[in-house]
């Protein structure tokens, strides 16, 4: 039973959008596809092709650009993945994959390096202790690693200090246990505007 099967097996039938996307392995769209269905992600390791990669992204950019992006990846694989994994959370941290989060305001971004450098001591500088839970946190939320301190994480941690009167440790805590809250920048209050990934109503 090859994937297309054994997915149409656990979830009734599967499309997957722009497969044809040159930029992005069969990998990243299938396993995204998957989260999406909620299919656990034990299920998806196993369905999911273990050699592909997102190289194709680094193919595609300039000499100084492919510098850059190999920069990133090395930065990620040292908090303890390996280069696919790290690659794969490029793709989703900007734009080169799935907008579920993103909703087109960050499309085929080139990573800089002391940007994402900044995000990881800032959320560091939070209170997370070690790079084992920055990593857990990474993980977890990937487009962090795209978001920019002063326009997006700072302004979610005062979400957190001025509405929900957190502080310190708190929001360590709160970070580490629900990362997802360091990309909110939306409140619907309860009249849903289909922002779920960036909405606070989630917290």
């Known amino acids: 039973m090859d994937i297309f099967e054994i997915g149409r097996a656990y979830q009734g039938s599967i499309f997957v959008a722009?497969?044809?996307l040159k930029q992005c392995s069969l990998a990243v769209h299938l396993t995204e596809y998957?989260?999406?269905?909620?299919?656990?992600?034990?299920?998806?390791?196993?369905?999911?092709?273990?050699?592909?990669?997102?190289?194709?992204?680094a193919d595609r950019l300039s000499d100084a650009d492919r510098a850059s992006w190999y920069a990133v990846r090395e930065r990620v694989q040292s908090l303890g993945f390996d280069?696919?994994?790290?690659e794969k959370m490029?793709?989703?941290?900007?734009?080169?994959?799935?907008?579920?989060?993103?909703?087109?305001?960050?499309?085929?971004?080139?990573?800089?390096?002391?940007?994402?450098?900044a995000t990881l001591d800032?959320?560091?500088?939070?209170?997370?202790?070690?790079?084992?839970?920055?990593?857990?946190?990474v993980k977890s939320f990937p487009e962090v690693l795209g978001c920019g301190v002063e326009d997006q994480l700072k302004q979610s941690v005062a979400v957190l200090e001025k509405q929900w009167k957190m502080k310190g440790p708190v929001i360590a805590n709160a970070v580490q246990r629900q990362p997802k809250i360091l990309?909110?920048?939306?409140d619907c209050e309860g009249d849903c505007a289909g922002e779920c990934n960036r909405c606070w109503v989630r917290f």
């Open 34 to 57: 998957y989260e999406v269905k909620g299919v656990p992600p034990s299920v998806v390791m196993a369905i999911t092709p273990k050699t592909a990669t997102c190289s194709s992204v």
């Open 122 to 137: 800032y959320i560091k500088a939070l209170g997370v202790p070690d790079d084992a839970k920055l990593a857990k946190v």
């Open 83 to 86: 280069a696919e994994e790290a």
């Open 90 to 117: 490029m793709v989703k941290a900007f734009g080169w994959g799935s907008q579920v989060y993103w909703r087109k305001s960050k499309v085929e971004e080139v990573p800089q390096l002391d940007k994402v450098q």
């Open 18 to 20: 722009d497969l044809s």
């Open 183 to 186: 990309g909110y920048n939306f």
